[in-house]
């Protein structure tokens, strides 16, 4: 997809390997993308191309996208999401690496 | 351009100094493009560029490539088979136009084993000075780690009574210099120039000088020059100066440059156009407006011309250096000497009008080049939408997005990344996402960076409104 260089460039920083590596996918995630197997980025850009090609975006208010059944699967069921929202939305199904805790356990264990 | 320039500033820089070497072929229309088809462009004036020495065989590089595999008795075979089937004269073009495809795959020894074949097979074939050149050039570019390959090639000329001679040298010196084996080069020249007496000529000299320049540190570019010029006297000309003046001010060392001004001065130089625009550069890039305008004077005072690109190199720094008005001065000086504002010109001066926050003068301006008959580039439409977002024009902005869009121009990083900003800071979401896509469709920006951006803007936006200052 990319050029080798720049790929290099972004595994390079944790960040943004982490939008592009392949990830094992919830089954409600797995129904919608049709595959075991996606990035991050590429779920986003999954879920943005369904609203266009399905004209979800409120019409007076295209700020807003009324989910049809398929998105709210996936979408925390919500009826009605903001465009500004989504990617936050979609951040939900990739989590960040256990890791993240470590730090405040040890900070606990020494305090 | 897209990808090179991380902020719009030094994008505007990268036309600009692109600008210079694409006005070189106006000035000297006699050049004639070298043997090395690959070799990169000077960034400096043209003089640097060579007119002489077209006899070497590498004209032949643009023929098919004959030979699919790199070992020797299929070589071998083919080279038999030409001579049974070809009808036309076997001469010594044939022969090298062979030889250089072959060594365009294969190793020197294989090359050099083919040659004997050539020779053994087909007695009437001589080779001459160029044929053995090809030879060197083959083993020059091979990543070796020592010169064993390149000796060989030299002895075996050598024992056919080709004493090397200057266009050796360069050969050597160029194919050292595109392979990254500057210090072999270094090397090289002097050994030839002190056994053959091949001694380098200016633009062998000046080509090498520049390779040092670009790789290795400015103690070792002058230890160069001076053992040149204390041994073999070949000394540095103008040219030279000015490649090194470029380098120190490029690596932002003024003081070094105004010192080398001295020096060439007292080597019975004169500084020409292209010192004086190199210097002028130098002081635009670390935006010294006013010592850009002292050349400018200086310049006028010794009598030498200014041109096109003075006057673009001049708008571009006071431009930057926040001076405006004086920039507009200079573009009224400029037209009043009879040169043609251009689009770089323009861009400069669009670039100071939004940093002063008057992005409508910009958008004027942009009217009156149109009108003039030149037409913006991809640098000035960036550049003034992103003039318009910072001066919170927006519905200008998507405006000129618009026709951005129709011409297929690319996005910027900078640009793009304050276009959404400001369009997600006005609510304006869905049209965000609108120039998320054109900006991935467009490969303005990979879709990794085009998204963190948007992703980022959306997430200080949620920020913000929590705390109840956004809409």
Same mark, same amino acid.
């Given at each position: 997809?990319?050029?080798?260089?720049?790929?290099?460039?972004?595994?390079?920083?944790?960040?943004?390997?982490?939008?592009?590596?392949?990830?094992?996918?919830?089954?409600?995630?797995?129904?919608?993308?049709?595959?075991?197997?996606?990035?991050?980025?590429?779920?986003?850009?999954?879920?943005?191309?369904?609203?266009?090609?399905?004209?979800?975006?409120?019409?007076?208010?295209?700020?807003?996208?009324?989910?049809?059944?398929?998105?709210?699967?996936?979408?925390?069921?919500?009826?009605?999401?903001?465009?500004?929202?989504?990617?936050?939305?979609?951040?939900?199904?990739?989590?960040?690496?256990?890791?993240?805790?470590?730090?405040?356990?040890?900070?606990?264990?020494?305090? | 351009?897209?990808?090179?320039?991380?902020?719009?500033?030094?994008?505007?820089?990268?036309?600009?100094?692109?600008?210079?070497?694409?006005?070189?072929?106006?000035?000297?229309?006699?050049?004639?493009?070298?043997?090395?088809?690959?070799?990169?462009?000077?960034?400096?004036?043209?003089?640097?560029?060579?007119?002489?020495?077209?006899?070497?065989?590498?004209?032949?590089?643009?023929?098919?490539?004959?030979?699919?595999?790199?070992?020797?008795?299929?070589?071998?075979?083919?080279?038999?088979?030409?001579?049974?089937?070809?009808?036309?004269?076997?001469?010594?073009?044939?022969?090298?136009?062979?030889?250089?495809?072959?060594?365009?795959?294969?190793?020197?020894?294989?090359?050099?084993?083919?040659?004997?074949?050539?020779?053994?097979?087909?007695?009437?074939?001589?080779?001459?000075?160029?044929?053995?050149?090809?030879?060197?050039?083959?083993?020059?570019?091979?990543?070796?780690?020592?010169?064993?390959?390149?000796?060989?090639?030299?002895?075996?000329?050598?024992?056919?009574?080709?004493?090397?001679?200057?266009?050796?040298?360069?050969?050597?010196?160029?194919?050292?210099?595109?392979?990254?084996?500057?210090?072999?080069?270094?090397?090289?020249?002097?050994?030839?120039?002190?056994?053959?007496?091949?001694?380098?000529?200016?633009?062998?000299?000046?080509?090498?000088?520049?390779?040092?320049?670009?790789?290795?540190?400015?103690?070792?570019?002058?230890?160069?020059?001076?053992?040149?010029?204390?041994?073999?006297?070949?000394?540095?000309?103008?040219?030279?100066?000015?490649?090194?003046?470029?380098?120190?001010?490029?690596?932002?060392?003024?003081?070094?440059?105004?010192?080398?001004?001295?020096?060439?001065?007292?080597?019975?130089?004169?500084?020409?156009?292209?010192?004086?625009?190199?210097?002028?550069?130098?002081?635009?890039?670390?935006?010294?407006?006013?010592? @850009?305008?002292?050349?400018?004077?200086? /310049? #006028? $005072?010794? +009598?030498?011309? !200014?041109?096109? =690109? %003075? *006057?673009?190199? &001049?708008?571009?720094?006071?431009?930057?250096?926040?001076?405006?008005?004086? @920039?507009?001065?200079?573009?009224?000086? /400029? #037209? $009043?000497? +009879?040169?043609? !504002?251009?689009? =770089? %010109? *323009?861009?400069? &001066?669009?670039?100071?009008?939004?940093?002063?926050?008057?992005?409508?003068? @910009?958008?004027?301006?942009?009217?009156? /080049?149109?009108?003039? +008959?030149?037409? !913006?580039?991809?640098? %000035? *439409?960036?550049? &003034?939408?992103?003039?318009?977002?910072?001066?919170?024009?927006?519905?200008?902005?998507?405006?000129?997005?618009?026709? /951005?869009?129709?011409? +297929?121009?690319?996005?910027?990083?900078?640009? *793009?990344?304050?276009?959404?900003?400001?369009?997600?800071?006005?609510?304006?979401?869905?049209?965000?996402?609108?120039?998320?896509?054109?900006?991935?469709?467009?490969?303005?920006?990979?879709?990794?960076?085009?998204?963190?951006?948007?992703?980022?803007?959306?997430?200080?936006?949620?920020?913000?409104?929590?705390?109840?200052?956004?809409?």
């Amino acid at each position: 997809m990319l050029p080798q260089r720049m790929k290099k460039s972004i595994t390079d920083n944790p960040k943004l390997a982490n939008l592009i590596d392949l990830v094992n996918l919830s089954s409600p995630l797995r129904e919608f993308v049709g595959q075991s197997r996606i990035s991050h980025i590429g779920c986003f850009m999954r879920v943005w191309s369904y609203i266009k090609d399905n004209n979800l975006q409120d019409p007076t208010d295209k700020n807003l996208v009324n989910c049809d059944e398929k998105l709210r699967s996936i979408l925390l069921g919500k009826p009605q999401v903001e465009l500004a929202e989504l990617p936050a939305l979609v951040k939900l199904h990739f989590p960040r690496n256990q890791s993240n805790c470590a730090v405040p356990i040890m900070v606990l264990f020494f305090s | 351009m897209g990808k090179v320039p991380a902020t719009l500033r030094s994008a505007v820089s990268n036309t600009l100094f692109k600008n210079q070497s694409s006005l070189v072929p106006l000035e000297s229309p006699s050049q004639r493009p070298r043997h090395f088809p690959k070799k990169t462009p000077s960034q400096l004036p043209g003089k640097i560029s060579h007119t002489q020495k077209t006899d070497f065989p590498e004209t032949n590089n643009k023929s098919p490539i004959l030979f699919k595999s790199p070992n020797l008795s299929d070589a071998k075979k083919l080279f038999n088979s030409f001579l049974a089937t070809t009808r036309g004269p076997l001469n010594l073009r044939f022969h090298n136009s062979l030889l250089q495809s072959y060594a365009a795959i294969s190793n020197v020894n294989d090359s050099i084993s083919l040659l004997r074949h050539m020779i053994k097979t087909h007695p009437s074939f001589s080779p001459d000075r160029s044929t053995y050149h090809i030879l060197l050039a083959q083993s020059c570019k091979a990543p070796d780690s020592t010169l064993a390959s390149t000796h060989q090639a030299l002895n075996l000329m050598l024992t056919n009574g080709f004493n090397p001679d200057k266009v050796t040298t360069d050969i050597a010196v160029r194919s050292l210099c595109s392979a990254g084996r500057i210090d072999h080069a270094v090397e090289l020249v002097q050994e030839l120039s002190r056994k053959h007496h091949a001694v380098p000529d200016t633009y062998t000299y000046n080509c090498l000088v520049k390779n040092l320049c670009k790789h290795r540190a400015l103690s070792t570019v002058y230890n160069f020059i001076d053992e040149m010029r204390t041994t073999f006297d070949v000394k540095p000309d103008l040219v030279t100066y000015t490649i090194l003046i470029d380098n120190v001010c490029n690596r932002k060392n003024l003081r070094e440059a105004m010192w080398l001004v001295e020096v060439l001065a007292k080597d019975g130089f004169k500084p020409d156009c292209f010192v004086y625009n190199t210097i002028m550069k130098g002081h635009c890039m670390v935006s010294k407006g006013s010592e @850009a305008i002292a050349v400018y004077k200086k /310049m #006028k $005072e010794n +009598g030498v011309e !200014p041109d096109l =690109v %003075t *006057y673009n190199t &001049l708008i571009f720094g006071l431009s930057k250096s926040r001076r405006v008005k004086e @920039a507009t001065k200079y573009l009224n000086i /400029m #037209k $009043e000497m +009879g040169h043609i !504002p251009d689009t =770089v %010109t *323009y861009t400069s &001066l669009m670039n100071g009008l939004c940093r002063e926050g008057d992005a409508m003068g @910009a958008l004027a301006l942009l009217e009156e /080049m149109e009108a003039r +008959g030149c037409s !913006p580039n991809s640098c %000035t *439409y960036n550049t &003034l939408l992103y003039g318009l977002c910072k001066s919170k024009l927006l519905d200008k902005g998507i405006e000129l997005y618009g026709l /951005m869009k129709e011409g +297929g121009v690319e996005l910027e990083t900078a640009c *793009y990344s304050t276009f959404v900003r400001t369009l997600c800071r006005e609510g304006r979401i869905a049209e965000a996402y609108e120039v998320f896509d054109y900006a991935v469709e467009s490969k303005s920006l990979t879709t990794v960076a085009a998204y963190t951006t948007l992703e980022s803007t959306l997430k200080s936006l949620k920020k913000a409104r929590e705390q109840g200052k956004a809409i």
